[in-house]
């Protein structure tokens, strides 16, 4: 198979392709009359071909099911390649629907046997992010002075996806309408000067109007489609009736009305190309889309109350642009690092605890550190970020070319299968491997390590200098420590003739976790190992193991019971 990518209208040009085209071959009455002039040896070798390129299909049909991250945002991506792959060979390539202008960049059309198009997916590399960590660095001063232009680094023509963790619903927003929104994933590819990009979401309904929607009947309206369409679309009638189905959940929830918004977007003139919303039920996608190409086949009427309901619409759903925006600052994110000086780790005696990742059942996972050491940096490294706000084009747009025919872009290059027309649309400014999934460690841990580093620096440098005075005075102090790792009712009480924090320092770098052992309480005594003693002996009901300081009780006993002997020893 070869690897060239094809767009649609280099595919039309294929002469061997119209042998495949349905849509032309058959009469009025959905027959193919030309079979009848056929010999039987020639209708033997069309059925042995049609077999072989009908198991080609299912094989690479299969192959795209089981590859992928499992994600949100590469599970959709797979699901319209399939898509487009089965109306390339059920009907040829005149009937892929609005959804295709919008995913055809993310993938790669390649030809079986030099006559059967299908839909491959371009590179992809797969990221795991915290969302509220990463809005909390769009909007404070953790990140930098972000341009947009900085996009025109990406590696051309490969995938980046950007996938949240944890629950969907942990991070909210509200649309135009009042309503919430949840995102649970990002995707962007690169191609030239234009930034192509989709957004996973879920649009929240209340239980009732769920259940409304789920019962809603409504059919779809195929009153203004292309006849190149209505054929395809007609046979699809007849397996569902014709009716959108039931709303589809984003994942993760139950009520979320899975969206997927999408565009283009110029990165040197930083404006918007054109957008599309879609919202997915069973059989259909809901869709407002402001590209004009849509309009070609529309009628003059409808067209205007077309744009009327699409200008609302977009109108209402400003939000959702900007938010799409600020994720383009994801790739950004991902290279962010805190800095801590050297100095300050070797004072505060522990260990960075060193993030390696592991083998998951997709995929391997990778940590991205957020805190780096470095020798010549004296505190954390912080910046500035700005949110801009992007126009939407308005003096053209993009159309396809037949036949394989040249045009040119908004800079007279020549670009061939499509061309820029220049023409104003005002309505439309109303209002590494697959196998790698890359996970961002978050800033405000990182932030929360250099506070921790910086604190015990200065308590050991404090301990130091009096350690030698309290070493002859024989005083020590009496602890209680727990561990974060450890069950809540779990608590460590020892003694030490230094300084409990430092202790509980050294017992967190042997562990290799810094900061594990926190300390929860501290009595100074002039004799703190015989009170050791008499404490260990009356908290033994409660010892987990005879030769561990470790105790299962309530801090709250913990504490009466050194209080009590303090005050009866005194």
Same mark, same amino acid.
Request: charged share 30%; hydrophobic share 35%; with cysteine.
């Given at each position: 198979?070869?690897n060239k990518r094809?767009r649609?209208s280099e595919?039309?040009?294929?002469p061997s392709?119209?042998?495949?085209d349905?849509?032309?071959?058959?009469?009025?009455?959905?027959?193919?009359p030309?079979f009848?002039?056929l010999?039987r040896e020639?209708?033997r070798?069309?059925k042995?071909?049609s077999?072989?390129?009908a198991?080609s299909?299912s094989r690479?049909? =299969?192959r795209?099911?089981?590859?992928?991250?499992?994600?949100?945002?590469d599970?959709?991506?797979?699901?319209?390649?399939h898509?487009?792959?089965?109306?390339?060979?059920?009907?040829?390539?005149?009937?892929?629907?609005?959804?295709?202008?919008y995913?055809?960049?993310?993938?790669h059309i390649k030809l079986?046997e030099q006559?059967a198009?299908y839909?491959d997916?371009?590179k992809?590399?797969?990221?795991?992010?915290?969302?509220?960590?990463?809005?909390?660095y769009?909007?404070?001063e953790?990140g930098?002075?972000?341009?947009v232009?900085s996009?025109m680094?990406?590696?051309?023509d490969q995938?980046f996806?950007?996938?949240?963790?944890?629950?969907?619903?942990?991070?909210s927003f509200?649309?135009g309408?009042?309503?919430e929104?949840?995102?649970?994933?990002?995707?962007?590819?690169? !191609?030239?000067?234009? #930034?192509h990009w989709?957004l996973?979401?879920?649009?929240?309904?209340?239980?009732?109007e769920w259940?409304? +929607?789920k019962?809603?009947?409504?059919?779809?309206?195929l009153?203004?489609?292309?006849?190149?369409?209505? =054929?395809f679309?007609l046979?699809?009638?007849?397996?569902?009736?014709?009716? &959108?189905g039931k709303p589809?959940? #984003?994942?993760?929830?139950?009520?979320?009305?899975?969206t997927?918004i999408?565009?283009e977007?110029?990165?040197k003139?930083?404006r918007?190309?054109? !957008?599309?919303?879609?919202a997915?039920?069973e059989?259909?996608?809901?869709?407002?889309?402001d590209d004009?190409e849509?309009? +070609?086949?529309i009628k003059?009427?409808?067209?205007?109350k077309?744009?009327?309901?699409m200008?609302?619409?977009?109108? &209402?759903?400003?939000? #959702?642009?900007?938010?799409?925006?600020?994720?383009?600052?994801?790739p950004?994110?991902f290279?962010?690092?805190?800095?801590?000086s050297k100095e300050a780790t070797?004072?505060s +005696?522990?260990r960075i605890?060193?993030?390696?990742?592991?083998?998951g059942l997709?995929?391997?996972?990778?940590?991205?550190?957020a805190?780096e050491?470095n020798?010549?940096?004296?505190?954390s490294?912080?910046?500035?970020?700005?949110?801009? =706000?992007?126009?939407?084009e308005?003096?053209?747009?993009?159309?396809?070319?037949?036949d394989g025919?040249?045009?040119?872009?908004?800079?007279g290059?020549?670009?061939p299968? &499509?061309?820029?027309?220049?023409?104003a649309?005002?309505?439309?400014?109303a209002g590494?491997?697959s196998?790698?999934?890359?996970l961002?460690d978050t800033?405000?841990s990182?932030? #929360?390590?250099?506070a921790?580093?910086?604190?015990a620096s200065?308590r050991?440098?404090?301990?130091?200098a009096?350690?030698?005075?309290? +070493?002859?005075?024989?005083?020590g102090e009496l602890y209680?420590?727990?561990c974060?790792?450890m069950?809540?009712?779990?608590?460590?009480v020892g003694f030490t003739?230094g300084?409990?924090?430092? &202790?509980?320092?050294?017992?967190?770098?042997a562990?290799?976790?810094?900061?594990?052992?926190?300390?929860?309480?501290t009595?100074?005594?002039?004799?703190?190992? !015989?009170l050791?003693?008499?404490v260990?002996?009356?908290?033994?009901?409660?010892?987990i193991n005879d030769?561990?300081e470790f105790?299962?009780?309530?801090?709250?006993?913990i504490?009466?019971?050194?209080?009590?002997?303090?005050?009866r020893?005194?």
């Amino acid at each position: 198979m070869p690897n060239k990518r094809f767009r649609l209208s280099e595919l039309a040009k294929i002469p061997s392709l119209g042998a495949i085209d349905h849509r032309r071959l058959k009469d009025k009455d959905g027959q193919l009359p030309f079979f009848d002039g056929l010999s039987r040896e020639a209708r033997r070798k069309l059925k042995a071909d049609s077999e072989r390129l009908a198991n080609s299909y299912s094989r690479i049909l =299969q192959r795209l099911s089981r590859s992928g991250a499992k994600f949100p945002t590469d599970k959709i991506l797979r699901q319209m390649a399939h898509e487009y792959t089965h109306r390339y060979a059920s009907s040829g390539i005149y009937t892929q629907p609005i959804s295709f202008n919008y995913f055809e960049p993310f993938l790669h059309i390649k030809l079986i046997e030099q006559v059967a198009p299908y839909a491959d997916i371009e590179k992809e590399f797969n990221h795991l992010f915290h969302a509220d960590d990463y809005f909390d660095y769009v909007t404070s001063e953790d990140g930098g002075s972000f341009d947009v232009s900085s996009l025109m680094e990406l590696p051309q023509d490969q995938i980046f996806h950007f996938s949240t963790v944890g629950l969907v619903t942990d991070i909210s927003f509200l649309n135009g309408e009042g309503r919430e929104f949840v995102i649970s994933g990002f995707s962007m590819i690169r !191609r030239a000067d234009s #930034l192509h990009w989709y957004l996973i979401g879920g649009e929240a309904l209340s239980e009732d109007e769920w259940e409304i +929607r789920k019962s809603d009947q409504v059919k779809n309206n195929l009153e203004e489609v292309p006849p190149a369409k209505l =054929q395809f679309l007609l046979e699809c009638i007849d397996k569902d009736g014709g009716y &959108r189905g039931k709303p589809l959940p #984003l994942e993760g929830t139950k009520s979320h009305l899975r969206t997927i918004i999408a565009g283009e977007f110029a990165i040197k003139e930083k404006r918007h190309l054109s !957008r599309c919303y879609l919202a997915e039920y069973e059989h259909s996608f809901d869709v407002v889309c402001d590209d004009p190409e849509i309009f +070609r086949d529309i009628k003059t009427d409808a067209k205007d109350k077309i744009i009327l309901t699409m200008t609302e619409k977009f109108r &209402r759903s400003a939000t #959702l642009w900007s938010l799409a925006e600020g994720l383009f600052q994801l790739p950004s994110y991902f290279n962010t690092r805190l800095t801590l000086s050297k100095e300050a780790t070797s004072k505060s +005696r522990q260990r960075i605890a060193k993030k390696k990742g592991g083998k998951g059942l997709v995929g391997d996972y990778v940590v991205i550190p957020a805190l780096e050491i470095n020798s010549s940096a004296p505190t954390s490294a912080i910046t500035t970020v700005t949110l801009p =706000q992007y126009e939407i084009e308005t003096e053209g747009h993009w159309r396809r070319l037949p036949d394989g025919q040249v045009g040119m872009d908004r800079h007279g290059n020549v670009t061939p299968g &499509r061309t820029w027309i220049a023409s104003a649309s005002k309505w439309k400014s109303a209002g590494i491997s697959s196998a790698t999934i890359f996970l961002k460690d978050t800033l405000s841990s990182a932030k #929360l390590k250099i506070a921790q580093y910086l604190e015990a620096s200065a308590r050991v440098a404090a301990v130091v200098a009096s350690k030698e005075s309290e +070493r002859c005075s024989g005083e020590g102090e009496l602890y209680v420590m727990r561990c974060s790792a450890m069950k809540e009712q779990i608590y460590k009480v020892g003694f030490t003739s230094g300084d409990s924090v430092e &202790r509980a320092q050294q017992l967190s770098s042997a562990t290799g976790v810094p900061m594990a052992f926190v300390v929860i309480k501290t009595w100074r005594h002039a004799d703190a190992k !015989r009170l050791e003693t008499e404490v260990h002996m009356l908290l033994a009901p409660w010892r987990i193991n005879d030769s561990r300081e470790f105790f299962m009780a309530s801090y709250d006993r913990i504490e009466r019971v050194i209080d009590l002997i303090i005050a009866r020893t005194s």
